[in-house]
């Protein structure tokens, strides 16, 4: 692919070979704290669902979710010691977070087969699905998953999934926030060697990274990675205290009117500061350790700028 883009696409989900940032991540150990956290935030998050496969089985893991009209936040926590729970609780070890970055393709085979071409270790596609309460009753949210083998990419659980189930899973009663959020814009990842992990996240999306004045960006067909220095996080975000690298240290979401946020965000005593055209919030610590960045339009990013 060129990365000559200049408008993202506007849509949910991914077509031919587009691939979106579709959402992140966060391990807790207290879903329930972690809800409360959400709420302050002007989240409105979705009821706690417990994950399962196809057959029933338990995956080890639940979720809660913040659903925008473009992309979603997870939060994520154990609740069985299956290989997937117990792999969550190894990750949780190191520090509450961000531990999660899922990409959206439309052909979850190819992705597995383009993925392997390149040089990545493969686990076998899986089929995950969780229970949704829908307006018209009980149903599913239902994902293709493409997976690496732990530790092809040192980021963390990062992969590749084929939404199979857009309405239950974007319902229209879950997309307005009190905070205005409208949408995931960018991923913010802090490492050792912002080249190696940009070459990895190339290969990994099919997408080229360009150098920028913090590190390096890729540039998907809706949102963008970006890979930075400690000294670069550092500088820009200087509250945020990094447990370890490599570190998903920040992602920014969109907000329908910084201002309304801003004042929100007081409302509730949420610490925050002002940084250009963009609103610094740090996790609340029962989410982790990191930040969001609010912006009105993503060009307002202090990265992009």
Do not use: C
């Amino acid at each position: 692919m060129t990365d000559n883009r200049t408008e993202e696409a506007d849509r949910q989900l991914p077509i031919g070979e587009e691939i979106f940032l579709d959402h992140v991540g966060h391990f807790v150990r207290d879903p329930v704290a972690a809800g409360a956290a959400l709420k302050r935030a002007g989240f409105a998050p979705t009821p706690v669902s417990v994950q399962s496969n196809p057959d029933g089985s338990p995956t080890g893991t639940g979720n809660i979710t913040a659903m925008f009209r473009r992309g979603y936040m997870e939060v994520l926590f154990k609740t069985a010691d299956t290989p997937l729970g117990l792999e969550f609780q190894a990750a949780l070890t190191g520090h509450s977070g961000v531990h999660l970055a899922a990409f959206s393709a439309a052909d979850a085979e190819g992705a597995h087969r383009r993925l392997r071409e390149a040089g990545f270790a493969m686990r076998p596609l899986v089929q995950f699905q969780r229970p949704v309460d829908t307006v018209n009753g009980p149903d599913v949210a239902a994902f293709t998953v493409v997976r690496l083998d732990r530790g092809a990419m040192a980021e963390g659980r990062i992969q590749i999934l084929a939404h199979r189930t857009e309405n239950t899973v974007w319902q229209p009663r879950w997309l307005t926030h009190p905070n205005g959020a409208q949408g995931l814009i960018d991923l913010m990842v802090v490492s050792a060697d912002p080249k190696e992990a940009a070459d990895r996240f190339v290969r990994f999306t099919g997408h080229p990274a360009k150098p920028t004045k913090y590190g390096q960006a890729i540039t998907l067909d809706r949102g963008q990675v970006q890979l930075v220095s400690r000294h670069a996080f550092e500088a820009m975000l200087p509250e945020i205290a990094i447990p370890q690298l490599p570190f998903l240290g920040a992602y920014a979401v969109r907000v329908q009117s910084l201002a309304a946020a801003e004042t929100l965000l007081q409302r509730e005593g949420m610490a925050m500061r002002r940084l250009g055209q963009a609103l610094v919030v740090p996790f609340p610590s029962d989410i982790g350790l990191g930040a969001w960045l609010f912006v009105e339009n993503g060009r307002d990013l202090p990265w992009r700028v």
